[in-house]
């Protein structure tokens, strides 16, 4: 078999056995193809590529100035492949299950102050041309930070689960896993309103002979509901209308900030991975630590014994 046609065997199995998603998929299949034309400018493919010439790989990674998580990354992509052949019979050996990777240190998220979700929340209620944009802006704001979504999940919403004012919302995530989340009062009050709206959209496009769209945040596009890109500049909008320092604000720093609100009010650990969708809990457990840098910087600023002088 061919380089190629091993990735395409591997990235195959990643799908129907462990449900990665398709960006995943594609990650996999960009940082293996970098390998393979790398091993492929020595001479060799992985069916034949040795320890040294992978270690060597991860040597010419760090000349080129990669960072050291996307070195990280490309390591794991081989020793998952090497996994997958292994398994399958496709080569005797693994060469790449002894060599490790390059320390990666820990960085703890960044996230948002209570003070500064509430001027995101507020911004979005105001943010928009129509009342459309307003309701729409509101419920993906409420949603977002109710539940700790990723902002994947939440463009992609189906109506369905928001139909019946739910205290609860079912929530599909990687790899086809569904959790519930519990929505909190706001979240159940701005999904109400725009779900009443969403309705009377359905209902005018029956009458016009159009299709029902089955995504509680429809949109033209080829997707059928709004991207992650839209949120993305969506949010950086309202951070500027919030006065909230854009570079602060991304989908994933409202996740971060659900996370760290929650165990800072004395969430169990285990909840909120459970919210999260975390499949192992030690993944969780960065937020101890954020929390733990947060209490130590304010006893630092406020601390009558910490202080110069």
Known sequence: MSDRLWISSFLEAQAAERGAAQNTQLAYARD???????????????????????????????????????RARRLSAIKQLYRFTFEEGLRPDNPAVQISGPGRAKRLPKTLSIEEVDRLLTAAETHGRTDTDRLRSTCLMQLLYATGMRVSELVSLPLAAAKGDPRMLLIRGKGGKERMVPLSPPARDALAAWLAHRMDEEDAARKDGKPASPFLFASRGKAGHYTRHWFYAHIKDLAVTGGVSPAKVTPHTLRHAFATHLLANGADLRAIQTFLGHADVATTEIYTHVLEERLRELVLDHHPLAREG
């Not at 970098?34 to 400018?41: H, Q, T």
């Not at 040795?50 to 990674?61: G, N, T």
């Open 32 to 70: 293996l193809s970098d390998v393979a034309d790398w091993l492929s400018g020595r001479g060799r493919g992985f069916v034949d590529a040795e320890r040294s010439d992978i270690e060597d790989y991860l040597v010419h990674c760090d000349a080129q100035g990669l960072s050291v998580a996307t």
